[in-house]
């Protein structure tokens, strides 16, 4: 049982760049996440499902986009990459069964913006 | 939008020192769940918290839900190397959205 994978770990960008971060859960949970991290800083989310095909923003989502096409996934985009997306992404997932179930987390993509 | 803070935002102890950090949310609650961020890694699922005024215990680590829902403590009874990390608050609406706390970074001395 893999839980939640994130490829790819580590990226560099440069600025204007296009890149897709994937999610992938196989524990058939129905909410998932995307957080960014920033050094010494909380996470802040960027945007969240439900559901399969439903998105929603979160704190911060300009600058990306998300779908979520098939339920074990869930995919970041970045359309123009800028040097203060710099940062590290982790995604997350938890499950329906009631509203007091744990986030289970990726290991985290690392991308450097220059 | 809902905030939640935490204080301190660092603290350094020597070993065996205890250690508090505290959490307040802008907004009531339905619940608030703990997590540990090792240096390096990813978040890790402590506890949750439900009922108004509950207390929990694992082992040395002591969590605590306010009475009115808007905020919590952890802490930490001797201080081990171990506990070394980041420890995040995250407030729960009911809302599907979770609200990380800023975190507070536990350092400590051998």
């Known amino acids: 049982n893999a839980g939640v994978t994130q490829t790819p770990k580590f990226r560099v960008l440069k600025t204007g760049q296009s890149m897709t971060l994937l999610c992938a859960q196989d524990?058939?949970?129905?909410?998932m996440y995307w957080y960014r991290q920033d050094p010494g800083m909380g996470l802040r989310l960027i945007h969240y499902?439900?559901?399969?095909?439903?998105?929603a923003k979160g704190e911060v989502p300009d600058g990306y986009n998300v779908s979520r096409l098939k339920k074990q996934n869930f995919l970041l985009g970045l359309e123009s990459a800028a040097p203060s997306q710099t940062s590290v992404y982790f995604c997350?997932?938890?499950?329906?069964?009631?509203?007091?179930?744990?986030?289970?987390f990726g290991n985290g993509t690392r991308l450097t913006v220059t | 939008g809902q905030q939640v803070m935490q204080i301190p935002q660092y603290q350094h102890v020597q070993e065996g020192e205890d250690f508090t950090t505290y959490c307040n949310s802008s907004t009531t609650l339905s619940n608030i769940q703990w997590y540990k961020q090792r240096p390096g890694g990813h978040p890790v699922f402590l506890i949750q918290?439900?009922?108004?005024?509950e207390v929990k215990k694992q082992k040395r680590l002591t969590f605590q839900f306010g009475e009115a829902k808007k905020n919590s403590s952890l802490h930490i009874t001797a201080t081990q190397t171990t506990d070394v990390g980041t420890y995040f608050c995250?407030?729960?609406?009911?809302?599907?959205?979770?609200?990380f706390g800023s975190g507070t970074r536990l350092q400590v001395q051998p």
């Open positions: 997350a997932s938890r499950p329906l069964v009631s509203y007091n179930s744990p986030l289970h």
């Open positions: 995250v407030g729960d609406t009911g809302r599907r959205a979770l609200t």
């Open positions: 499902s439900v559901g399969e095909g439903t998105t």
């Open positions: 524990m058939n949970h129905e909410y």
């Open positions: 918290l439900v009922k108004s005024g």
